[in-house]
């Protein structure tokens, strides 16, 4: 497979789990009608995810509906539903995907001590039990069975590794261990996964999953150093929506994996170029902006505005971009006029708007835009115009008037 800069690398595939319907859904701001869901999930089919996290249907009727239409709606990918372990949320959960194509059944319990004791006060045993039971029972009515040990990076390793064995030998294939609250620094997260790993004689037959949240801003990093440990699914949310801080942003992980692909030698099989109309489509169904600083899809991603790297960009792109715009399907860098703009980004400017100025004509704009640039922040496209009709019209009748 070729990355962005054209290099052939060795690899191999990770997969995406998006829960944006789940994870990102569930956070205040984002919920979305069923109609909205159905959407989001096709523009998510479309982008090559491999498995859609569709909801919590136990969670109310709006959830199980909504997680039994993108089942009917999805066949090019898996759709989950997600049930705590127990037997009625199981139930639900069976229900909301019971149309899909290929339905997977995601279940979970948590398993550090804080959150046994002061959360679902169970003794570690009675933990196990239930780990045991209900897999079991998800695995008797669904093919796929996926186990997550919430709060997994605070949990006690040996006492991990002995949840993720209930969960294996009840007949789970992907085992999910994710940093709930967003508390494990990217060492000790991969870390976790070779001691599991290992634990587990290297886990074949079986698909380690990370599940990063960003309370920490650490999301990605840790998402990076679970697949540089093994894990072959990501759980990760378009623009980075979910509880709290959110969770790892896809379109963040996608590009890493992309653009440093000859280091790490994995892919996935989401298509890059649908990234940025992938982010806009739950921006405009939420009302929700991205920060205009966000990486990959924020207004400012492949902005330049200081006047070496607009010189830079126009001689070679490659001197400030690590990625093109196009390859993420933003439609085109912008280089913005503003009081650090060159001469050089001006002058490509104003061939855009159909001018081409001498070297003095420039020289005049370059004076009007710096000038007007440090009452205003940045120079309109109808500011340039402007600008320019004065600048060219002047010029064009003195050298009239020369001539007479
Ligand atoms: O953050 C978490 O632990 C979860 C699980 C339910 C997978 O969202
Ligand atoms: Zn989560």
Same mark, same amino acid.
């Given at each position: 497979?070729?990355?962005?800069?054209?290099?052939?690398?060795?690899?191999?595939?990770?997969?995406?789990?998006?829960?944006?319907?789940?994870?990102?859904?569930?956070?205040?701001?984002?919920?979305?009608?069923?109609?909205?869901?159905?959407?989001?999930?096709?523009?998510?089919?479309?982008?090559?995810? @491999?498995?859609?996290?569709?909801?919590?249907?136990?969670?109310?009727?709006? !959830?199980?509906?909504?997680?039994?239409?993108?089942?009917?709606?999805?066949?090019?990918?898996?759709?989950?539903?997600?049930?705590?372990?127990?037997?009625?949320?199981? !139930?639900?959960?069976?229900?909301?995907?019971?149309?899909?194509?290929?339905?997977?059944?995601?279940?979970?319990?948590?398993?550090?001590?804080?959150?046994?004791?002061?959360?679902?006060?169970?003794?570690?045993?009675?933990?196990?039990?239930?780990?045991?039971?209900?897999?079991?029972? #998800?695995?008797?009515?669904?093919?796929?069975?996926?186990?997550?040990?919430? @709060?997994?990076?605070?949990?006690?390793?040996?006492?991990?590794?002995?949840?993720?064995?209930?969960?294996?030998?009840?007949?789970?294939t992907i085992i999910n261990l994710? !940093?709930?609250?967003?508390?494990?620094?990217?060492?000790?997260?991969?870390?976790?996964?070779?001691?599991?790993?290992?634990?587990? @004689?290297?886990?074949?037959?079986?698909?380690?999953?990370?599940?990063?949240?960003?309370?920490?801003?650490?999301?990605?990093?840790?998402?990076?150093? #679970?697949?540089?440990?093994?894990?072959?699914?990501?759980?990760?949310?378009?623009?980075?929506?979910?509880?709290?801080?959110?969770?790892?942003?896809?379109?963040?992980?996608?590009?890493?994996?992309?653009?440093?692909?000859?280091?790490?030698?994995?892919?996935?099989?989401?298509?890059?170029?649908?990234?940025?109309?992938?982010?806009?489509?739950?921006?405009?169904?939420?009302? #929700?902006?991205?920060?205009?600083?966000?990486?990959?899809?924020?207004?400012?991603?492949?902005?330049?505005? #200081?006047?070496?790297?607009? @010189?830079?960009?126009?001689?070679?792109?490659?001197?400030?971009?690590?990625?093109?715009?196009?390859?993420?399907?933003?439609?085109?860098?912008?280089?913005?006029?503003?009081?650090?703009?060159?001469?050089?980004?001006?002058?490509?400017?104003?061939?855009?708007?159909?001018?081409?100025?001498?070297?003095?004509?420039? !020289?005049?704009?370059?004076?009007?835009?710096?000038?007007l640039a440090d009452e205003a922040?940045?120079?309109?496209?109808?500011?340039?115009?402007?600008?320019?009709?004065?600048?060219?019209?002047?010029?064009?009748?003195?050298?009239?008037?020369?001539?007479?």
């Open positions: 497979m070729d990355n962005v800069s054209g290099e052939k690398v060795p690899v191999e595939n990770v997969k995406i789990f998006d829960t944006t319907l789940r994870d990102g859904e569930q956070s205040p701001g984002f919920s979305m009608t069923m109609p909205e869901k159905i959407r989001m999930a096709r523009q998510l089919e479309s982008l090559g995810v @491999d498995i859609i996290e569709a909801g919590f249907p136990i969670a109310s009727p709006g !959830d199980l509906e909504g997680t039994r239409a993108v089942a009917r709606e999805i066949k090019g990918c898996t759709v989950a539903a997600l049930a705590r372990a127990r037997r009625d949320d199981i !139930d639900a959960a069976l229900d909301g995907i019971s149309q899909a194509k290929h339905p997977r059944l995601h279940t979970f319990l948590a398993t550090s001590d804080l959150h046994l004791h002061h959360k679902l006060r169970l003794t570690r045993e009675e933990a196990l039990e239930a780990i045991s039971t209900n897999v079991r029972y #998800a695995r008797q009515h669904c093919a796929e069975v996926e186990f997550s040990a919430e @709060d997994a990076s605070r949990t006690e390793i040996n006492f991990l590794c002995k949840a993720v064995k209930a969960a294996v030998d009840a007949g789970a994710p !940093d709930t609250v967003g508390y494990a620094v990217p060492e000790e997260y991969a870390a976790m996964f070779r001691d599991v790993i290992a634990f587990l @004689d290297g886990a074949p037959g079986i698909t380690l999953s990370a599940h990063c949240h960003d309370d920490l801003g650490l999301g990605v990093a840790n998402s990076l150093a #679970a697949v540089q440990a093994g894990a072959r699914q990501l759980e990760l949310t378009i623009n980075g929506i979910g509880e709290r801080a959110g969770n790892a942003a896809l379109e963040e992980v996608i590009v890493l994996l992309n653009v440093r692909q000859a280091k790490l030698g994995v892919t996935t099989n989401v298509h890059l170029d649908k990234l940025y109309a992938t982010s806009r489509l739950l921006t405009e169904i939420t009302g #929700a902006p991205v920060s205009p600083n966000k990486a990959v899809v924020g207004a400012n991603a492949f902005a330049h505005e #200081a006047g070496i790297h607009q @010189d830079g960009i126009l001689k070679n792109p490659l001197t400030y971009e690590i990625i093109s715009p196009e390859a993420v399907g933003v439609p085109k860098r912008s280089l913005v006029l503003g009081k650090h703009s060159g001469r050089n980004a001006l002058r490509a400017a104003l061939v855009e708007i159909g001018y081409t100025p001498t070297a003095e004509e420039l !020289d005049q704009c370059y004076k009007r835009v710096s000038a922040k940045t120079v309109s496209t109808r500011d340039l115009l402007a600008i320019a009709h004065q600048v060219m019209r002047k010029h064009s009748s003195e050298t009239a008037l020369t001539a007479e």
